[in-house]
């Protein structure tokens, strides 16, 4: 996927629509907790195991992709509107994580508690 090229497009999606003096940084935001939030409540009642399947039935397989798309597109509205590199940001995060949860067994760079059991894709943002 290209990002640059997905900000242009929605760029253009807005322009077309005359969305853009809706479209401010801090309504992206608040539209991006939406989103977010109709993503978690397709697995709100599920048990851990459930949500882990989950995307084995197409229909909630397809809901999962339509809400993470969402959150995506706001994500990347966000990112073009104020400016910031999506690949640099994330790239310069994820070294900022390594040095504050380095792999088990290596010294920490800081007091950060390591990540707890079943934490390991998660990325906390700090």
Not at 52 to 58: E, S, V
Not at 95 to 118: E, F, H, M
Request: net charge negative.
């Amino acid at each position: 996927m290209n990002l640059t090229r997905l900000q242009a497009e929605l760029r253009q999606f807005a322009a077309d629509r005359n969305w853009h003096p809706f479209q401010t940084p801090k309504n992206l935001a608040m539209a991006l907790m939406v989103e977010t939030a109709e993503l978690a409540e397709i697995f709100q009642w599920m048990t851990a195991e459930q949500s882990q399947a989950a995307h084995q039935d197409a229909l909630i397989r397809q809901h999962i992709g339509q809400e993470i798309a969402d959150v995506l597109i706001y994500l990347v509205q966000i990112a073009d509107h104020c400016q910031i590199d999506l690949s640099q940001a994330v790239a310069d995060k994820l070294v900022l994580n390594g040095r504050k949860y380095p792999p088990a067994g290596v010294a920490a760079a800081s007091d950060a508690p390591p990540l707890a059991p079943g934490k390991l894709g998660a990325l906390p943002n700090r």
